[in-house]
């Protein structure tokens, strides 16, 4: 098939997508395109790609200039996020005390700027860790938060599905890649690379797995055909991304993600106990780790070599760079200079990343960092707790994502402030104050 034509089967489809929702539901927000817009960016490639191409990173000063555009569409976006929030006039003390931690966390990554051996452009990037909490408030102050979500995730599923398909088989100049180390092909679809294809695809998967599962524990997901079918044909194109990027981690989490879910549903009448059995898998799983020879059984189980594709070498590796231990480089610092020179001599792809979230986080802002963040890990698994109930609801999947986030950081770096698993962590972890009207009104979901 002609790619033209294929472009436009394809944007036929998506529109088709878009109306039919909007016929069969309720009218989202308009600012919610505010932060869908945001999503969309970092789910996928860079704005500047679609218009130069990109920067052209060849040297460390290309990679620390970045791209003017991309810098002022980011900033636009956050200008129009803080001015829908501000309108809304958000109770700022109550907010800020039930995210005390997170709060504090925050505050933090802007502090580590001043001593950063580059303070302005660390300054920049905790800008953008600042939208994305903006970005969250945006959805979760709508009238409606959870049924806000779920038109957020949907219109992501709509527009970067087909259109990641539609780059892999008609445009591979865009929707191909090659993995240098080993010149094979890889599928990236609309993202950058196809670690980021796999971790798009998990999150939309477990998604569609919980709408699913609420939709069958309400007995109305055949209520309306014309909504199964595409549901259907979506759920379709997911699996065939998700078979292609063979990324073993978002593998793993879809398949975690997935069973609490639908087992949360199994065990409606004992939700109280969830807590537990959570706990008990996670020291299981931790003790089967620990054996020496389980590692790389499991590895050799999902295709993957004992060091992780190389991954256990840069752990060693970053590791060993002399950093202050308690404070860090400085937010999102470390990747910078002549530390990502040395890294960039000594692999033929230009890496960025530790491939670990945890070790990123020591790295750019030491034990200090580290310790703040557990305690968000801790209070936000105490915030769902709190919450759970005898159904299949918001909770639900927040506690999935909760797991999968700890999860996937141990081979992913995804507490970036531009990364598509931070922004959605962001979404599940913060608390939001509902105000005394919503109250009265009735709140389509528990308080958050």
Known sequence: MPPIIATFLYISFILYLFISDYRNGRKASKS???????????????????????????????????????RNVFLVLILAALGIV??????????????????????????????????????????????????VLVVLSEPEPERAIIALFK?????????????????????????????????????????????????????????FVVA???????????????????GLMISWLFWIADSATSLVCLAVGSSVIMGFRILRDNYVSIGRYVAITCVIVMSVMAIPEAPASLFQLLGRDVTLTGRTNIWSQVLEVEINPLVGTGYESFWMGERVAWFWEKYAF???????????????????????????????????????????????????????????????????????????????????????????????????
């Open 86 to 135: 501000v309108r809304r006039q958000i109770s700022w003390r109550e907010l800020a005390s039930r995210n005390a931690v997170l709060v504090l966390f925050v505050m933090y990554c802007g502090l580590s700027v001043l001593w950063s051996d580059y303070p302005e452009l660390s300054f920049k990037r905790w800008i953008k860790q600042v939208g994305s909490v903006l970005m």
């Open 216 to 234: 069958r524990s309400q007995k109305s997901y055949f209520a309306n055909k014309e909504q199964t079918v595409s549901h259907l044909v979506l």
């Open 350 to 448: 230009k890496i960025t990343q530790s491939h670990n979230g945890y070790i990123e986080i020591y790295l750019n802002l030491g034990v200090i960092g580290l310790l703040l963040f557990g305690g968000i890990i801790v209070s936000t698994y105490r915030s769902i707790g709190r919450q759970l109930g005898p159904c299949c609801d918001l909770s639900t999947f927040r506690l999935a994502v909760l797991i999968t986030f700890v999860l996937s950081n141990i081979t992913e770096a995804g507490i970036k402030s531009t990364s598509l698993m931070w922004f959605l962590f962001l979404l599940i972890a913060l608390e939001f104050p509902i105000s005394q009207e919503r109250k009265v009104a009735g709140p389509a979901i528990p308080q958050r």
């Open 32 to 70: 919610l395109w505010i932060p869908l817009i945001w999503v969309l960016i970092v789910a996928s490639k860079p704005v500047s790609f679609w218009f130069d191409g990109g920067v052209k990173i060849q040297t460390a000063s290309d990679y620390l200039e970045g791209s003017p555009m991309d």
């Open 155 to 211: 219109r992501v599923t709509f527009l970067l599905m087909p259109l990641s398909i539609l780059f892999i088989k008609y445009y591979p100049d865009i929707g191909r890649g090659q993995v240098v180390t080993i010149w094979e092909t890889s599928y990236l679809g609309i993202t950058e690379n196809k670690n980021s294809l796999g971790a798009l695809c998990f999150v939309l998967g477990m998604f569609f797995v919980w709408r």
